[in-house]
């Protein structure tokens, strides 16, 4: 054993939570599809194991998995994304609270605050994150209860200062949440930098073959543990245990794609940059991009993800017009998986904001760049801008 004995990222992600089976000595912890456990007489539960709504064995190998790549001291598992944050705005706002979000969040996430949430009485302000001064000026003016981040956001790619944020949000008692599904735990740590609770959808780069969706929370500590673990049991939107378990198997993996995901979309960047058709890249690793200083400080080094978005010469035909002609890139909805995808975010992933302040310009196509060969990438997109 040498001096440092905190395991490095992949040998969490492959083994946290990965006890071989105690019985049979299988490597891989068993999937255990069973609703309920047998009880040595009532209430006689072995290892804790009562219904699988309340625990589940392979929920809870996921859940030590997770809790270990993000540095947290608690993992939740849900049956999406949007059920996490469900369970966290259930469990830590109640009417009468302020959540304040970036201006460019996630659609789903502005349309379960504004549209579920808002019914409730909880009240919301959206404003632009990655200035951190009108964040200070937003946190002191509407006391929230939650500062809502996103970093780098979908689809536009900004970068929110986490570090800082977290140092406002502490400042005025506030909780902060970090949505980190598009850096993923292998390229950013929000807990390390000072947030509260980080929400994945597990759906798209820890699950990375789009066979799964999948939510969830992790916690820095234990302050909302309680809250929030009675949530995912109460309410109940739980993981399945086959979910849970391809996604444990998608996580052990996450390095090596998120790897290649980082080196073929700063080629493809680097290479749109140039194209006629092409007015802006929307990529963080760009010497370019507002913020590209932030994300190399708070992003692991060199490298900035798999997710870009382009603004097109020609507005909203053009833009429909990559979309229909690629043939490596598939149109869809979702990312995160090995597979490139290409979508119109204005009538597809964000078409629940359109007419709203998040709206997204018209112009905008969002790839999810995936692992295959990259010069098959660049002249499947190259190709297709030439259709317009
Ligand atoms: C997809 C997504 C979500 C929602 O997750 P689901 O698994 O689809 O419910 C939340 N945040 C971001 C950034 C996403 O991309």
């Not at 009880?39 to 996921?62: C, H, I, K, M, W």
């Not at 003016?141 to 536009?156: G, I, S, Y």
Request: charged share 20%; no cysteine; proline share 4%.
């Amino acid at each position: 054993m040498t001096e440092n004995t905190t395991p490095s990222f992949s040998t969490k992600a492959i083994h946290a939570g990965q006890e071989p089976d105690a019985r049979t000595g299988a490597v891989i912890p068993p999937l255990h599809m069973s609703s309920t456990y047998k009880q040595d007489g009532v209430g006689g539960f072995r290892s804790g194991y009562e219904y699988s709504r309340s625990a589940n064995p392979t929920r809870d190998a996921l859940q030590a998995q997770l809790a270990a790549i993000e540095g947290g001291a608690h993992a939740f598992s849900f049956a999406s994304g949007l059920a996490a944050e469900d369970a966290l705005l259930r469990a830590l706002t109640a009417p009468g609270d302020t959540i304040l979000l970036g201006n460019d969040a996630y659609g789903g996430t502005f349309r379960l605050i504004n549209a579920v949430f808002g019914q409730w009485g909880v009240k919301h302000f959206a404003v632009d994150l990655t200035d951190t001064s009108t964040a200070a000026d937003a946190i002191a003016a509407h006391r929230p209860k939650v500062v809502w981040v996103e970093t780098p956001t979908n689809p536009l790619l900004n970068v929110v200062d986490i570090r800082e944020t977290a140092r406002l949000a502490r400042e005025a008692g506030a909780i902060l949440v970090v949505d980190n599904t598009f850096a993923t735990p292998y390229l950013q740590n929000p807990i390390s930098q000072g947030a509260d609770i980080v929400v994945h959808s597990v759906t798209k780069y820890l699950g990375g073959h789009s066979d799964v969706v999948g939510g969830a929370l992790i916690l820095a500590d234990d302050t909302h543990a309680e809250a929030i673990g009675y949530m995912q049991n109460a309410a109940g939107a739980v993981s399945s245990p086959f979910d849970a378990w391809l996604t444990m198997r998608g996580i052990k993996t996450l390095a090596v794609r998120v790897k290649q995901h980082s080196e073929n979309a700063a080629a493809l960047a680097a290479a749109l940059t140039d194209h006629p058709k092409v007015e802006t890249v929307l990529y963080p690793g760009l010497e370019s991009h507002p913020g590209h200083a932030v994300a190399a400080r708070q992003m692991r080094e060199g490298m900035f993800g798999g997710m870009m978005s382009i603004q097109v010469a020609g507005g909203r035909e053009a833009a429909r017009t990559l979309v229909d002609s690629t043939k490596v890139f598939t149109l869809a909805e979702s990312l995160g998986g090995i597979e490139s995808l290409i979508e119109y975010p204005y009538d597809m992933t964000h078409a629940s904001v359109q007419g709203t302040d998040l709206e997204v310009p018209a112009n905008l196509v969002r790839l999810s760049v995936g692992i295959e060969d990259v010069e098959d990438l660049l002249a499947d997109l190259t190709q297709a801008l030439d259709r317009i």
